[in-house]
T-cell receptor, first 111, second 115 residues
C-alpha cells in the first residue's frame, strides 16, 4: 500500500520557470512533511519541511503549500535553474520517526 | 553540523562474504535508520533504532543484521547476500520520537554490489 503518492513522475522545465510537484497522503497520523533532493549517487538532502498546522512555508526559491483537509502538499521551485535538476522525494512521518517516501519526481531544467 | 557519515562509500562482496556497513552521527540524535534504495526508486525503510533499541524491523531478511553500539553509531552486518541485494544503503538520523525537531538527515550512502 502506497502511503504517499507523488506526481508527476518526471518534469521538464525551462530555466527561470516554476517547477511544481504534488504529493498526497492517506495516514492522518502523519505530522511532518519534508521534501528531499537527491542527485545521482548521493544521499537525499533535506530541502524544506512543513507541519500540518501551517498552510505554507517558504525558504528562498522553495515553497511548500499544505492542504490538511485534502491531505495534499506540494513543492514549488521558483526561478528553476539547471542546477536544480535532480530527483525530488516528498515524505511523511509520524512523531518524527519512520519516514515514508513518495515514489519521486525526476526534474530536468533546460538551460 | 548536520552530517551523517557512512563508510565505506563502495563495497563489492561475494555471496559467501561477511561485511559491515558503518554509520556515525554527532548531532545528539536518538533515532537512527537504515534504508535501502534501488535505482530510480525511493528509499525503503529497513530498520529503526530508537534510543539504541531496535524499534522497527520491516520484515528484512536475517542476512541483514543491524547493531547500535551507542547513540552515535549504527552498523549493518551483511552475510550470505544475494545479487538482488545490490543497492544504495542509506543511513539517516533524527532527533527522535516526540522530541520536537523532527528533521531527518541522510548520509551519502554505501553503494553495495553483490557478485
Amino acid at each position: 500500500q502506497q502511503q504517499v503518492k507523488q506526481s508527476p513522475q518526471s518534469l521538464i522545465v525551462q530555466k527561470g520557470g516554476i517547477s511544481i510537484i504534488n504529493c498526497a497522503y492517506e495516514n492522518t497520523a502523519f505530522d511532518y512533511f519534508p521534501w528531499y533532493q537527491q542527485f545521482p549517487g548521493k544521499g537525499p538532502a533535506l530541502l524544506i519541511a512543513i507541519r500540518p498546522d501551517v498552510s505554507e512555508k517558504k525558504e528562498g526559491r522553495f515553497t511548500i503549500s499544505f492542504n490538511k483537509s485534502a491531505k495534499q502538499f506540494s513543492l514549488h521551485i521558483m526561478d528553476s535553474q539547471p542546477g536544480d535538476s535532480a530527483t525530488y522525494f516528498c515524505a511523511a512521518s509520524e512523531y518524527g520517526q519512520n519516514f515514508v517516501f513518495g515514489p519521486g519526481t525526476r526534474l530536468s531544467v533546460l538551460p | 553540523d548536520t552530517e551523517v557519515t557512512q563508510t565505506p562509500k563502495h563495497l563489492v562482496m561475494g555471496m559467501t562474504n561477511k561485511k559491515s556497513l558503518k554509520c556515525e552521527q554527532h548531532m545528539g540524535h536518538r533515532a537512527m535508520y537504515w534504508y535501502k534504495q534501488k535505482a530510480k526508486k525511493p528509499p525503503e525503510l529497513m530498520f529503526v533504532y530508537s534510543y539504541e533499541k531496535l524499534s522497527i524491523n520491516e520484515s528484512v531478511p536475517s542476512r541483514f543484521s543491524p547493531e547500535c553500539p551507542n547513540s552515535s553509531l549504527l552498523n549493518l552486518h551483511l552475510h550470505a547476500l544475494q545479487p538482488e541485494d545490490s543497492a544504495l544503503y542509506l543511513c539517516a538520523s533524527s532527533q527522535g520520537r516526540g522530541l520536537g525537531n523532527t528533521e531527518a538527515f541522510f548520509g551519502q550512502g554505501t553503494r553495495l554490489t553483490v557478485v
